[in-house]
């Protein structure tokens, strides 16, 4: 298979570093200095659990030198934050074929319906990814954190045609280190996923706080496992049944990070620029209302962002 993967930071850089590593067809759509770096001195990623993984030739471009070279891939993973979905859509409007497999992996819920609607006529599924992981220097990724899984599938009443193609692609991640889980439960799997950073992307915002806050009793632990619980309970308003405890699930992946660490979404705000805000916070509080589902933890902290512009 042939793999386009929009953004190399810390979720699009692991996924298909991995990829390249195990030998795949792999271009990375990426920009400025991690571009350049990327072509003159290949990707390092840096992991404590495998030590140094190091490619170093990558076929890396950026977006409109890809579409110029009119290549068109079998999959296309869009690794963009929320608030640069608009410039992945029109990529993908134009670089995918009939037979290519589109997945959004976002923090943000629901992220393929919103390509799907854009992109009539191609395919469009929804994703999700647990990684840590982050640009540490241009061309080198440090992943502290072993976890890596992706959920992906296609959402009810979807067409199913792509469906021998998002198998193999199970086994083809499968093979390159990744935990890949091809589901028949995408919105489950991606609300029990949003239902995780979510809560400690807008706890640890609202704050100030890094991981091993979140490790013990206080109003950092305790906000984090109330923001859960209104998003399970907003799940459950949409009928999603969950196979799992949301909020012993929550806690065992938070008590498992080492402590120090702080979210995208902390590190958008801290440098200035756009954030995720509006995706991991703002969503949950319009979807309670749409549902009729008290969100107080939400409307909160949604208020004190947009008090702090935030919301943009």
């Known amino acids: 298979m042939k793999f386009a993967i929009i953004g190399a930071g810390g979720t699009g850089g692991v996924l298909g570093g991995y990829l390249a590593h195990a030998g795949n ?22 992991t404590n659990h495998r030590g140094d993984i190091r490619i170093p030739k990558v076929k890396a471009c950026t977006m409109d030198e890809y579409l110029q070279a009119k290549e068109t891939p079998d999959v296309l993973f869009v690794c963009v934050k929320y608030y640069s979905l608009p410039d992945a859509i029109e990529f993908a409007r134009h670089a995918a074929g009939k037979e290519t497999l589109i997945i959004p992996i976002l923090n943000v819920f629901g992220s393929g319906a919103v390509m799907q609607e854009k992109l009539p006529g191609l395919t469009a599924l929804d994703g999700c990814i647990y990684v840590f992981a982050k640009i540490a220097e241009p061309g080198v990724i440090a992943q502290p954190q072993s976890i890596l899984r992706v959920f992906y599938g296609f959402r009810p009443g979807q067409s199913q045609e792509l469906s021998g193609k998002a198998r193999e692609l199970e086994a083809i991640l ?20 949003f239902s995780f950073v979510s809560p400690m992307g807008s706890a640890g915002l609202y704050y100030g706080a890094k991981s091993d806050e979140f490790q ?36 065992k992946l938070m008590d498992a990070f080492a402590p120090g660490l702080t979210t995208s979404m902390q590190r ?45």
């Open 25 to 46: 067809d792999v271009t990375f759509l990426a920009r400025g200095r991690h571009l350049q770096a990327m072509q003159e001195n290949g990707l390092l990623i840096r």
């Open 216 to 251: 013990h009793p206080g109003k950092v632990r305790e906000t984090f496992i109330g923001l859960i619980q209104e998003v399970q309970a907003l799940g459950e308003a949409m009928g999603i049944t969950f196979d799992r405890d949301l909020v012993a699930n929550g806690l």
């Open 268 to 312: 958008d705000v801290e440098k200035g620029g756009p954030s995720e805000f509006t995706g991991l916070v703002d969503r949950i509080v319009a979807l309670g209302q749409e549902y009729h589902v008290a969100t107080p933890l939400y409307a909160k902290i949604s208020a004190w962002g947009h008090e702090k512009g935030l919301a943009r």
């Open 174 to 193: 499968r093979a390159a280190d990744i935990h890949a889980h091809f589901t028949d439960q995408i919105q489950r799997d991606a609300l029990t996923k």
